[in-house]
C-alpha cells in the first residue's frame, strides 16, 4: 500500500524563506532568429530540460486561447525565454520541444502538451509531468511547482498574481514577466533532480 504523504497548506508555505530564483542576469530573453540559435547552441548536450509555457489569459466564455505565446526552457545554470512572434524562434523551439532523449520536466503539462501541437505543429518528445512522480511517491494527485518546492526545499516559491494574468502575447516582455516564466521552468528542473531522476 502507497503511503499517503501530507502536504504543507497554503499558511505553512506562507511562512517559508523563499525560494532561491534566476535573477535577469541568469535569464535569457530569445526574441530573434540570431537569439534562437545562440540558445539552442547553448542547451546543446544537456539531457533535462525545465519547461512551461505561458498564455495570454482569455476572458470570455468560449474565447479560444492562440497561445502559447512564450515557452520557457532551462537547466540549472540559466533559462531561456523564448516569445513566438518570430517564425525562426517558432521552428527552434518546436524542434528542442521534439528533440528525443532530452527530458522536459515540469508540472501540469497537458494543456501545454495539446496548445504545442496545435501552435507549432510538433508533439513534444520526452515530456515528463513532475505531478505523476509525486503521485506514484505517495503524495496528492496534483502537488504543482509551489507545493513541491516547499515539500523538497522548505522554501516558499513567490508566483506574482500580477505576471499570471498578464498578456503573453507582448511584443515587449516586462522584467516581472521574464522572472515569472523563466523561474516556473526552473523551478521545475530543479524538482526533478531534488527527486533524484537523474
Known amino acids: 500500500m502507497t503511503t499517503q504523504h501530507t502536504v504543507p497548506d497554503k499558511d505553512q508555505i506562507a511562512l517559508l524563506e523563499p525560494f532561491d530564483r534566476l535573477?535577469?542576469?541568469?535569464?535569457?530573453?530569445?526574441?530573434?532568429?540570431?537569439?534562437?540559435?545562440?540558445?539552442?547552441?547553448?542547451?546543446?548536450?544537456?539531457?533535462?530540460?525545465?519547461?512551461d509555457t505561458e498564455s495570454k489569459p482569455t476572458f470570455l466564455k468560449n474565447e479560444a486561447s492562440e497561445g502559447p505565446h512564450v515557452v520557457q526552457l532551462a537547466t540549472l545554470?540559466?533559462?531561456?525565454?523564448?516569445?513566438?512572434?518570430?517564425?525562426?524562434?517558432r521552428a527552434v523551439v518546436a524542434g528542442l520541444l521534439a528533440q528525443a532523449?532530452?527530458?522536459?520536466?515540469?508540472?501540469?503539462?497537458?494543456?501545454?502538451?495539446?496548445?504545442i501541437v496545435s501552435k507549432l505543429g510538433v508533439e513534444p518528445?520526452?515530456?515528463?509531468?513532475?505531478?505523476t512522480v509525486f503521485r506514484e511517491r505517495g503524495w496528492r494527485k496534483d502537488m504543482g511547482v509551489k507545493a513541491a518546492v516547499a515539500v523538497l526545499f522548505n522554501r516558499r516559491f513567490i508566483k506574482s498574481r500580477k505576471a499570471t494574468t498578464s498578456n503573453w502575447a507582448n511584443p515587449r516582455l516586462t522584467e516581472a514577466q521574464l522572472v515569472y516564466a523563466a523561474n516556473d521552468a526552473y523551478a521545475a528542473v530543479r524538482v526533478f533532480h531534488e527527486l533524484g531522476l537523474t
Open 125 to 131: 518528445a520526452d515530456v515528463l509531468e513532475l505531478n
Open 77 to 89: 545554470e540559466k533559462a531561456w525565454v523564448f516569445q513566438l512572434h518570430d517564425v525562426e524562434c
Open 23 to 51: 535573477g535577469l542576469d541568469r535569464i535569457r530573453l530569445v526574441a530573434s532568429a540570431g537569439d534562437a540559435h545562440e540558445a539552442r547552441a547553448e542547451m546543446a548536450g544537456a539531457r533535462v530540460l525545465g519547461f
Open 101 to 115: 532523449g532530452v527530458i522536459k520536466a515540469g508540472f501540469g503539462l497537458g494543456d501545454d502538451r495539446r496548445r
